[in-house]
């Protein structure tokens, strides 16, 4: 298993800014995920960070958008840039471990509010 | 069509009785399963998976997997206010990705 720990765990941010999220594993792990969860949706994979390299990006998603840092094993940074309304969401931060049957660790999600 | 397709809800049930979620999907591809839950303003937790076709139990929880139906239902029993949370299935094939692919989640509220 892993503790993950995200920050902000919420905030209300003003339309065209830009926000940063956190993320930190208590172990290292070399997966690192962010997910989009909507109301009433499905979980939806923005990008996988890999470490050392640049983030993998899902369909519908950008670098610009969405830059993502992945300065070791443990950390990870998602950041939302230019927001705007259609932004406002629960961010997860998401880890999985050594083994290939899919299970995933979630951090407390990020609950972001653009006005 | 949506791969995974689960019931958003809400379920409502009074304490002790027999929950059933539910969860159907059109890959048949998929060998993993896996049932989430998520209390409010919480990140998902893994509840229980399983391997291929079959039943899983784990204390008050049964998952059961029936790949000729692509169905798959996570059942418990004596249900308690505290069983209260989203439950959201999951499943992934067994190479290529590492990403499950999730169903949107059932509400389930255990009144007491």
């Known amino acids: 298993s892993a503790v993950i720990s995200q920050k902000p765990s919420r905030d209300i941010c003003q339309r065209g800014t830009s926000l940063t999220i956190q993320c930190q594993v208590d172990s290292q792990v070399t997966m690192m995920f962010w997910y989009r969860q909507q109301p009433g949706q499905s979980l939806t994979l923005i990008a996988t960070?890999?470490?050392?390299?640049?983030?993998?990006?899902e369909s519908g998603f950008v670098i610009d958008k969405f830059p993502i840092s992945r300065p070791n094993l443990t950390f990870s940074t998602l950041t939302v840039s230019n927001m705007s309304p259609e932004d406002s969401s629960i961010y997860l931060c998401s880890v999985r471990p050594g083994t290939n049957t899919g299970e995933l660790f979630f951090g407390e999600g990020s609950r972001l509010t653009v006005l | 069509q949506k791969e995974v397709e689960q019931d958003p809800g809400p379920l409502s049930v009074p304490e002790g009785a027999i929950v059933s979620l539910n969860c159907t999907y059109s890959n048949s591809a998929f060998q993993y399963f896996m049932w989430y839950r998520q209390y409010s303003r919480k990140g998902p937790e893994l509840l229980m998976y399983t391997y291929s076709s079959g039943n899983k139990e784990d204390g008050r929880f049964t998952a059961q997997v029936d790949k000729s139906s692509k169905y798959i239902s996570l059942f418990i029993r004596d249900s308690q206010p505290s069983d209260s949370a989203t439950y959201l299935c999951a499943m992934k094939t067994t190479g290529g990705s590492y990403i499950p692919t999730f169903g949107r989640g059932t509400s389930l509220i255990v009144h007491p």
């Open positions: 960070a890999n470490q050392g390299s640049e983030a993998t990006y």
